[in-house]
């Protein structure tokens, strides 16, 4: 930092910082905003916001972006002993949010929600430099905004939502998704998809994963399945799950039927299929529907039904096919998946809804608006949005 401190502030590069911590429904997003604002502006710096708590610790660093942790900051739905501990949890986040502010120099703030996206616009909204605030752009990547980004909402600058009807009174952009899943170019990288993970090159090929947890349903289903799927003349890619296992017995002479632990190539493993059976959370949806694959959501039966919620824009648009848990069995995979991946046409259907609703350019939509803020902070034209949830007495609430 010695460096920095002998330039200007209008000479240094600008600061940008992404709040997405937790869960990869939150992480994913906040690190392809982070990604697009670096082809954006080159010599930005990106610093991600994080708790120990969360998968950035171990995603953030592979991504190369310096990551500061802060303490987390739970926000219990229901009353009790631990919502009583909010207040106090809350201001000491926000205290640990505005040193990381200062000691990058932040030029801006964008919140994915989680536990680090509140104490981060709160933090922003108060942090005073030149006695103006920090901007704030909050994204909401699910079907129903969570709470963090709700009050978030009522003081940033820019809200931009994955879907319409989240809750907020939002710009709809899509989620953003990584660079090299938003020009992915199926079609060039077949081929070589399938040669990389062992797959017939000319069989029909359905792609398989659920994630650690949500897989199993999902395993059982397609791998009890295997004898139909290899009889039909159908290779299959399936990711099993670090922490499960599967068995599949395919026939002889049957297109290979491939298991994986983790897929650590989904560029790839995207190129290689025909169709996907997947579960539908917010980022699984975001970055199918970018490649244009037809796909079978199977939503989580547990929640608020986010995950159905999720799916129902790229159904609706005949992209997909929404099949619920407890219908997702050997019969139906043994019936269905042979009929839908011999039938072209129909896939070819699916294939350009999907592309429909699908969203390419949202990291770059959401990394543009953040650096615009930034440089109209820097250049002491932004003066700050104050209203809602963090206005003080006295306060001006203009834009």
């Not at 709040?19 to 610093?47: K, S």
Request: proline share 7%; glycine share 12%; aromatic share 4%.
């Amino acid at each position: 930092m010695s460096s920095e401190r002998g330039r200007s502030r209008s000479d240094r590069p600008l600061s940008v910082v992404v709040a997405g911590g937790g869960t990869a429904g939150h992480i994913e997003p906040a690190l392809a905003v982070a990604d697009a604002v670096t082809r954006l502006d080159p010599d930005a710096r990106v610093t991600a916001l994080g708790t120990t708590r969360g998968l950035e610790t171990d995603l953030v660093p592979e991504r190369g972006y310096p990551l500061e942790l802060i303490p987390p900051v739970p926000l219990p739905r229901k009353p009790g002993l631990e919502l009583a501990k909010t207040p106090a949890r809350l201001l000491h986040a926000v205290s640990a949010t505005r040193s990381v502010l200062s000691s990058v120099g932040a030029d801006v703030v964008i919140g994915f929600g989680g536990y680090v996206s509140l104490p981060a616009y709160v933090a922003a909204q108060t942090h005073l430099r030149g006695r103006r605030r920090l901007p704030i752009v909050i994204h909401e990547a699910n079907a129903s905004a969570g709470i963090a980004n709700k009050v978030g909402a009522r003081v940033a600058d820019r809200v931009m939502a994955a879907v319409a009807g989240s809750g907020l009174d939002a710009e709809v952009v899509g989620i953003p998704v990584r660079g090299v899943i938003a020009e992915l170019d199926r079609d060039a990288l077949r081929a070589k998809a399938r040669h990389y993970f062992g797959l017939d090159e000319e069989a029909p090929t359905l792609l398989v994963f659920g994630g650690s947890q949500g897989a199993r349903r999902l395993n059982d289903a397609v791998a009890g399945a295997a004898g139909a799927l290899g009889a039909a003349g159908i290779g299959v890619l399936h990711a099993y799950g670090p922490k499960n296992s599967i068995d599949p017995r395919s026939p002889e002479g049957a297109p290979p039927y491939r298991g994986v632990g983790y897929l650590k190539r989904m560029d790839l493993a995207y190129a290689a299929a025909d169709l996907v059976i997947c579960r539908s959370g917010a980022m699984t949806v975001a970055e199918v529907s970018a490649t244009g694959l037809p796909a079978v959501y199977v939503p989580l039966p547990h929640g608020n039904g986010e995950q159905r919620l999720n799916a129902l824009p790229v159904v609706e648009a005949g992209g997909g096919l929404l099949v619920d848990d407890a219908d997702l069995t050997v019969d139906w995979v043994s019936r269905e998946v042979p009929a839908l991946l011999g039938d072209p046409d129909r896939l070819a259907a699916m294939s350009a809804a999907a592309t429909g609703t699908g969203h390419r350019d949202a990291a770059a939509t959401v990394a543009r608006a953040a650096l615009d803020l930034a440089a109209e902070f820097r250049a002491g034209a932004h003066r700050g949005r104050l209203r809602g949830a963090f206005r003080s007495p006295g306060s001006d609430a203009r834009r």
